[in-house]
């Protein structure tokens, strides 16, 4: 099995091959999205929410993000895993993002990072790139500046548009190998993979991004709280480990477990 290289995501997008991406934050989910054909990986800060049980993504460390970009790259074999940078871990200075980035590089062994923010933060992807660490974009709605954006909301609108376009355009030229498009309108989502020769990896940008990203808590349903509009459950996950929990409970309390087969003489 031959490691995805980021050639092979810019390769895609000239083919016009859409490619999905999900979040994994541990070995099994890792090799069974690893198995199951999914090119990259993204330990992402969303972490936070759903491993760490934070309220939001904010207060997520990066000493508390490598053990898990540890697990993720330890168990896939083929997929390219993407390590989020924590807020706090890179906007001070390209030198910040160039040491926090090395850290999960050499103790995390992921293959890329990603961080959040548009043409402001161009100085740390070209000092990221510089030193051969390929670097993913993250544009739109952007969950570290939360508050700065006054909650969750749609970004890119109207004149935003071209905002949205400038910071994509200034992030492909500071050497990134993606993009990703978080809740931004789906015609602005266009312009922008139109614009770019990289990928755009879109998470409630709509259907014409070269690529599709979902939190995999969300995507399969372990995730029982509300979801935005963006999300699609393919499974139900958080059903299915509830009902073997129940009947696991129900057998040892009616001593139907464990039987004959499952014990030592
Ligand atoms: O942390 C995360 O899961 C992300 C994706 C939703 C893109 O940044
Ligand atoms: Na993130």
New binding site residues.
Partial sequence: TRRVRVHHLREMKERGEAWPML?AYDMYTAKIFDEAGIPVL?V????ANNVYGYES?LPVSVDELLPLVRAVTRSANRALVVA?LPFGSYQASPEQALATSVRMMKEGRAHAV?L?GGRRFAPQVEALTSAGIPVMG?IGFT?QSEHGLGGYRVQGRGAGADALVADAVALEAAGAFAV?L?MVPAEAAKRVTAELSIPT?G?GAGPDCDAQ???WQDMAGLNQGRSPRFVKRYADVAGVLSQAAREFAAEVRGGAFPAEEHSFH
């Fill in positions: 979040t993204l992402g800060d969303s972490a993504s989020d990603k959040e993250h969950p990703v978080e990896v998470i990203v979902l939190v």
